[in-house]
């Protein structure tokens, strides 16, 4: 794992990339995105990697900039999935905000998966420094626990519908 904190050409990459594929940045201008980016870490991941384990206290919000993060857990030594987060999602929302041990494994699961980090310190100093920004990134976790509640329960309903049938 690398982490990057860029030159000026790589951060207008990264920030090219966050505006195309982040909910969160729709309601930011150019100039708050770039402010924003200076509170993230961007890390590169190797398949296989894990951004953060199943017991673990959520010290950070991640953002999926390329590739894909998986939400797993262990069962009896198998692991798994229950969702995979791709580009423009944010992850990591529900142990970070309650401060509850996690429940699941993030888990990169495409080589060369970016995330853009957001560590509670930096987060805490955000909402000080840039309270606006913290506010949306707030509104986009909501809406972002919205989305996987969603497709959870529409895989859970499709699997229930494929064993139980349609109870005529």
Same mark, same amino acid.
Request: hydrophobic share 35%.
């Given at each position: ?9 790589t951060d207008q ?46 010290? *950070? #919000?991640?953002? &999926?900039?390329?590739?894909? =993060?998986? !939400? ?5 030594g198998h692991e ?9 999602e944010m992850l ?41 920004? *913290? #506010?949306?990134? &707030?509104?986009?976790?909501? =809406?972002? !626990? ?23």
């Amino acid at each position: 794992m690398t982490k990057g904190n860029g030159n000026s050409e790589t951060d207008q990459i990264k920030l090219s990339q966050l505006l195309s594929h982040q909910y969160l940045c729709e309601s930011l201008t150019v100039s708050e995105v770039q402010t924003l980016l200076d509170y993230l870490t961007l890390l590169n991941v190797d398949k296989g990697h894990i951004l953060s384990d199943i017991g673990d206290i959520g010290d *950070a #919000l991640y953002f &999926v900039v390329q590739g894909e =993060i998986a !939400l797993t857990f262990d069962d009896h030594g198998h692991e798994n999935e229950i969702v995979r987060a791709g580009p423009g999602e944010m992850l990591g929302e529900m142990s970070f905000f309650d401060k509850q041990p996690r429940s699941v494994r993030l888990v990169a699961k495409a080589p060369e998966t970016e995330v853009l980090k957001l560590s509670r310190i930096k987060y805490k100093r955000l909402k000080v420094e840039h309270p606006y920004i *913290a #506010l949306n990134i &707030v509104e986009h976790a909501i =809406i972002s !626990l919205d989305r996987l509640f969603r497709r959870v329960s529409t895989s859970y309903a499709q699997f229930s519908h494929y064993l139980y049938g349609t109870g005529k």
